[in-house]
């Protein structure tokens, strides 16, 4: 019974190494993966891509305050109007999309750490 457990928890282990493995490499040719995917689209997020690229999610803010804090920065792929906060530079770190009444999604692109 004992080996029977340890061989099933060695084929979990092997694919949860490749999901990791898998996200590291998209992650890598600055490409969004499927646990982004996953969690952006749990959220009730839209898919935002400009100019070919789609930006990765990066969670839901509420707030009047941070309204009155961003300015129009570009459009989508798909027509929505992307803002950024006020004197961050081109491009910005975090890309904001209004959702509904004091919601905002927040968006970056695809790097990795040490290419920031």
Same mark, same amino acid.
């Given at each position: 019974? $004992?080996?029977?457990?340890?061989? =099933? /928890?060695?084929? +979990?282990?092997?694919?949860?190494?490749?999901?990791?493995?898998?996200?590291?490499?998209?992650?890598?040719?600055? $490409?969004?993966?499927?646990?982004? =995917? /996953?969690?952006? +689209?749990?959220?009730?997020?839209p898919h935002i891509s400009t100019q070919g690229q789609t930006l990765s999610y990066q969670g839901k803010m509420h707030g009047e305050d941070f309204l009155d804090n961003i300015e129009p920065?570009?459009?989508?792929?798909?027509?929505?109007?992307?803002?950024?906060?006020?004197?961050?530079?081109?491009?910005?770190?975090?890309i904001y999309v209004k959702h509904e009444n004091n919601t905002v999604f927040r968006y970056k692109y695809p790097l990795l750490p040490w290419k920031m």
């Open positions: 019974m $004992k080996k029977k457990r340890w061989i =099933t /928890s060695a084929i +979990f282990m092997f694919f949860i190494s490749i999901l990791l493995l898998s996200e590291f490499m998209m992650l890598s040719s600055q $490409k969004v993966g499927l646990i982004n =995917t /996953s969690y952006r +689209f749990i959220s009730g997020a920065y570009s459009t989508s792929d798909d027509g929505a109007t992307l803002y950024k906060a006020f004197g961050t530079p081109v491009p910005p770190p975090w």
